[in-house]
């Protein structure tokens, strides 16, 4: 008797080390811009105070102790202690899911065998069929040579013979189908057997926990693990009421996971963190030191380059001494641009719960989810750059929406009702300016840009210098019957040495302001069938010597 009393403790402290292994599916998903926090949660009931190890297994391979969270939640006193991570190394053959290829082919192969095994039987009735019909043929000929046989039965028996070997014909046909079908789901599982085998072990993630309990009781553990192989992307669309009163501004998540496990009606939430980003502040380390060169060092004489126009900044004109150029700047280091790289909109980092329970197969594919919507009142426009492009372009302006994040960058899908226009990167505006979104041409208004009676002269009567004289023009044509609102931008001709003196013609358009440095601005008003004209002439002077540059596309000979 005391010999089975001390066995039954000896079994009930073996059994209480033994981990308990619990079920813990899928149940929430955190997306970051280059990384996601999947979440378990799994229920037990305790059967005994003290500590008790829990154990999930089948979790994906690499986990480390840093990849993990973990909460419990029970009776009154319950601790959370130790948390170890390990490795179950397994030949890919042990796994359920070779198992499972394997139960597919043979399922697959007894098919093909049903199929063949009927193809066989087809073809020896209709061997049988063809033969009985020869034979009845020569024995119907040699009764009609002795006495008349009875149509009726000769039309019934061919009749029948005739539609039975149609039938088999027609399952032949059909059988042939299902067996292409067939060879390429075998093409398929035999690729996968290939990748599979290619693997060769797998070594999913096991993970205990230890718990602490002073009573029996159900609890709920939460585990959460970080992958890498999963992250969401952000997508907006713009949608322009027909009326063009409202504008509804969306923003998706596009969200692809290859973390080898499907997620099957769970709760999404996105956010803009980066939780693997680096929290160290700069500080000053030194003081900085000014240094002194007794002799400067010699310059470095070259031809001078023709400078590069870029549209979106102001023409400078400059005069620079002949054949003398200064020592180039060093070249910046090339920086790899990185598509997964996503900006804070601002601020503290945000977090939205799509609604419902989702899916999410582990495809690497992108699926689109709705995070946010917000409706705005915009001022419509027309913009134009002729310079640029003799076209008039309608422009959304609107103040941010408040509560939808902004990501600079991202594409903007356009809709017009129900057509798509196009899409294009957001752009955030400096501050002060008004959000921009394009909605593509419009046709009613006619832009063009012209370039007339350029002149280069010597002007002075003591000190010659050089002129050019630039007569440029901008024309509006509205083809339409509506009153329009155009905003007309174009480039500031400024100097960069003091050598250089630009002015404006009397007769140039005046009305016009300097929205952004370096960029003239005006705001006209097109009635129907009206034409506009801005004239832009403008005289430029400089030394007779030395090189002038920042005016090639101007005045090709400017030099």
């Known amino acids: 008797m005391r010999s089975l009393l001390i066995l039954s403790v000896f079994s009930a402290a073996l059994a209480a080390q033994q981990p308990i292994v619990i079920e813990a599916p899928i149940t929430r998903v955190r997306l970051h811009p280059d990384e996601a926090w999947v979440t378990r949660v799994g229920k037990v009931r305790l059967p005994s105070q003290g500590t008790h190890k ?21 009776p009154a006193g319950l601790r959370l202690g130790d948390l170890s991570v390990a490795s179950d190394v397994r030949v890919v053959t042990e796994t359920a899911e070779w198992k499972k290829l394997e139960s597919e082919r043979d399922v697959l192969r ?64 059909k059988r042939k189908r299902e067996l292409e079908k067939l060879a390429q789901e075998e093409a398929r599982v035999k690729a996968e057997f290939q990748k599979r085998s290619s693997e060769r072990r797998t070594a999913p993630s096991r993970v205990t926990l230890e718990l602490t309990t002073a009573q029996e009781g159900s609890i709920e553990v939460e585990l959460s693990y970080r992958t890498h192989a999963a992250r969401w992307r952000p997508l907006y669309e713009a949608r322009l009421a027909e009326n063009r009163k409202k504008l509804d501004l969306v923003l998706y998540a596009s969200v692809t996971q290859n973390t080898g496990e499907n997620w099957n009606g769970v709760r999404l939430e996105i956010s803009n963190a980066r939780p693997s980003r680096s929290l160290a502040v700069p500080v ?22 023709a400078p590069m126009m870029r549209a979106d900044k ?12 200064a020592p180039a700047p060093p070249a910046e280091e090339a920086v790899e641009a990185s598509a997964s790289v996503i900006e804070e909109a601002s601020g503290l980092a945000a977090t939205f719960l799509v609604d419902g329970g989702k899916e999410v ?78 909605f593509g041409p419009h046709k009613a208004v006619r832009v063009t840009f012209r370039r007339v009676e350029p002149k280069f ?53 005046t009305g016009w302001t300097e929205p952004i440095p370096g960029v003239r601005s005006w705001k006209l008003k097109l009635a129907p069938k009206e034409q506009k004209r801005l004239e832009l002439p403008i005289t430029i002077r400089a030394p007779k010597e030395g090189i002038v540059t920042g005016m090639e596309a101007l005045f090709p000979k400017a030099s």
């Not at 380390?285 to 004489?301: E, H, I, L, N, T």
């Not at 492009?389 to 994040?405: C, E, K, M, Q, S």
């Not at 023009?473 to 050598?499: H, M, T």
């Open 284 to 305: 000053y380390s030194a003081g900085q030191s000014v240094d002194w060169m007794k002799q400067p060092p010699p310059p470095v004489y070259a031809e001078a380059p």
């Open 110 to 173: 007894e098919k093909r065998d049903a199929l063949e095994a009927q193809g066989e039987a087809a073809q020896q009735e209709l061997a049988f069929l063809k033969g009985l019909q020869a034979a009845h043929d020569k024995e119907l000929s040699s009764r009609m040579i002795y006495t008349t046989p009875n149509p009726v039965s000769i039309l019934e028996l061919g009749k029948s013979l005739q539609n039975r070997m149609t039938e088999l014909l027609t399952a032949e046909r």
């Open 457 to 509: 002269e010597q002007v002075g009567s003591f000190s010659k210098e050089r002129q050019w004289l630039l007569r440029e023009q901008i024309e509006l044509d509205n083809d339409g019957a509506e009153v329009l609102d155009v905003e007309v931008q174009d480039r500031i001709l400024k100097p960069v040495s003091d050598q250089v003196k630009i002015n404006l013609l009397p007769e140039f358009t």
């Open 54 to 74: 829990l154990q999930l297994e089948a979790l994906p391979p690499g986990l480390r102790v840093e990849d993990l969270q973990a909460t419990a939640r029970g």
């Open 361 to 438: 197969p582990s495809d690497n594919e992108p699926h689109r989810f709705k995070v946010q919507a917000k409706d705005v009142e915009p001022t419509l426009t027309l913009f134009v750059t002729p310079r640029l492009d003799p076209t008039a372009y309608l422009l959304a302006r609107f103040t941010a929406p408040g509560g939808l994040p902004l990501f600079p960058g991202s594409p903007v899908v356009r809709y017009a009702g129900n057509q798509r226009l196009g899409e294009a990167p957001l752009t955030i505006p400096a501050a002060g300016q008004s959000f921009a979104l394009g």
């Open 314 to 325: 102001s023409m400078q004109v400059q005069v620079m001494a002949e054949n003398f150029m």
